[in-house]
């Protein structure tokens, strides 16, 4: 796969969006205050530090070329770092949304992501490629929004191939996992607002055993080589963009 790709934004859309499920974009800073019950408000610069999430993130964007306290009130960051061999070319990107789902008669939202990365040869064929999947559950509120916002972020390295591509596909809806989230209720301890059901794994486990009443389904992609980089956002980013 040879492609010589400036750094840009390609946009994705799809035909149909369920009405149940309303995704929205939030910004770094709200999504970074609200992802983990340590973290602290980002109101002033010298509470920064403070914030678990913002230090991460921090370390982590400025090994990519940029400062995140540029892109804290924006609703995403990525940066694309060139370095010569041994090739370290790097891939950075994060965003945030919320989710609500006014019509689900539960106190939750279940998500399953699927993971697929795929290394290309100099001579464009498939050098490696791998799936994986992920089950999460997100505490709701009175009015049926998450407690929390949902983090997206990529920082992969280019490594020995030619060129990589990486696609996320999620599906977020109401349902139940049998024998793990299932009923009305919130079905885990109640001071957390979110759960972790199946961690990244090459195991499809409860990805499909998900029983959803009603759901949406987006997907982004990003791919680079050693020149550049090319971002598919989802369809909830675009008029935002």
Request: glycine share 6%; hydrophobic share 35%.
């Amino acid at each position: 796969m040879k492609y010589l790709l400036a750094l840009g934004i390609a946009l994705f859309s799809i035909s149909s969006v369920a009405s149940e499920i309303v995704i929205q974009p939030v910004t770094l800073r709200r999504g970074m205050e609200g992802d983990t019950k340590q973290s602290g408000a980002l109101d002033k610069p010298e509470n920064y530090i403070k914030n678990k999430v913002y230090a991460e993130q921090k370390e982590m964007s400025s090994k990519a070329g940029i400062d995140i306290d540029q892109f804290l009130d924006k609703i995403y960051a990525n940066a694309f770092m060139k370095k010569p061999p041994p090739d370290r070319s790097l891939h950075y990107q994060l965003f945030y949304n919320s989710i609500s789902a006014p019509n689900c008669k539960k106190e939750y939202l279940i998500q399953r992501v699927k993971q697929t990365k795929i290394y290309y040869k100099k001579n464009g064929k498939i050098a490696e490629k791998s799936e994986k999947y992920l089950v999460e559950v997100f505490k709701l509120n009175s009015y049926r929004q998450t407690k929390r916002a949902d983090a997206h972020h990529q920082f992969h390295f280019l490594g020995k191939a030619t060129s990589r591509k990486t696609v996320v596909d999620i599906e977020v809806g109401c349902g139940e996992i049998s024998g793990v989230a299932a009923g009305f209720a919130w079905p885990f301890d109640r001071k957390i607002l979110y759960k972790l059901a199946q961690d990244y794994s090459d195991k499809i486990g409860l990805y499909e055993k998900i029983d959803f009443e009603f759901s949406r389904s987006y997907s982004f992609t990003s791919e680079f080589d050693r020149s550049g980089h090319k971002i598919t956002w989802p369809d909830f980013l675009q008029s935002n963009l």
